[in-house]
């Protein structure tokens, strides 16, 4: 399994212009997204997580994390409010037979408890806000995950904030609560390829890619209330099998949307293409070591 990148995918009212965002989700989902799988992994299996873990997604996008925590016995809920497309994929993953759309319309209106009329157990895909993730027939959540590594765009991290103000009156006291980051920039070989999405969004006044800081997790855990209680750091290597793939996958990211804004698609293409070639293996593959870091915090 080749692994794969992070992302934000902008949501449908701030949409890069020209974007197809079913093309979009299927790059993320086949190609970049599992190149966070040793986070995931390492995530998981510190935590210990199995058939006690009740665990609630924020941002779940297309759904691997949520399926590899249920392959452990988790029971899952995910909630993403950006992209219909990437739940659609998620569902699929998750729940099989069940139609994309139309079932998350369903849970959205159901005037149930819960708002979903899925057996215990069974995973749940929710398209809204952590408030529509409530189940007063269900235990609190005891794990918290915000995979998508905050502090690289404006504002994500004040983003992040809010969705946790608005999740962890979900979770039982002392629920563990993951966030996700860039390790330290001379860590990370794809911090040469993202300085592109800099450049090129400088006529936007600094709406690209910026490096990860050393506290970044750490203030968005002490803002919401947290309480750290450890952290790691993991090699998240990007791996494509070609410079077509790896720009296919970058750009399914959303980092380089303020880029393709300020300049235009054919030159974001270009820029990256030439990004790569440092990185570039003598039978055509692509490969960029990287280091991600989580924080483990704890719901007071």
Known sequence: MTPTLVR????????????????RARDWSEIQERMLVPLYEAVF???????????????????????????????????????????????RRLLPGVPGEPGAAEERRSPEPGGTRARAGTPRIIEGSPEDAVDLTAPAFNLVTAFE?????????????GLLARATPLAARGAAVVLAGWGPPERCATTSV?????????PLHGAGWRPALRDDLEE????????????GRVACP????????????LLSTGLFDAAV?????????????????????PDGTVWMPNVFRYLIARVR
Request: hydrophobic share 35%.
């Open 8 to 23: 934000q995918h902008s949501s449908h009212a701030g949409a890069t212009p020209h974007v197809d965002l079913r093309a």
């Open 45 to 91: 299996e510190r935590l210990d997580v199995g058939g006690d873990t009740r665990m609630l997604g924020l941002g779940c996008g297309s759904g691997l994390a949520l399926l590899m925590a249920a392959s452990r016995g988790a029971a899952v809920t995910g909630v993403d409010s950006r992209s219909p497309e990437l739940l659609a994929l998620a569902r």
């Open 149 to 161: 590594p905050t502090g690289c765009l404006p504002g994500d991290s004040e983003r992040l904030g």
């Open 194 to 202: 993202l300085r592109v999405a800099t450049k090129l969004s400088e």
């Open 220 to 231: 968005v855990a002490q803002r919401a209330g947290l309480r750290p209680d450890g952290s």
């Open 238 to 249: 990007f791996g494509y099998a070609d410079p077509g793939s790896a720009v296919r996958g």
């Open 261 to 281: 804004a300020a300049a235009d698609r054919e030159q974001v293409d270009k820029e990256l293409t030439e990004a790569l070639h440092p990185h570039q293996r």
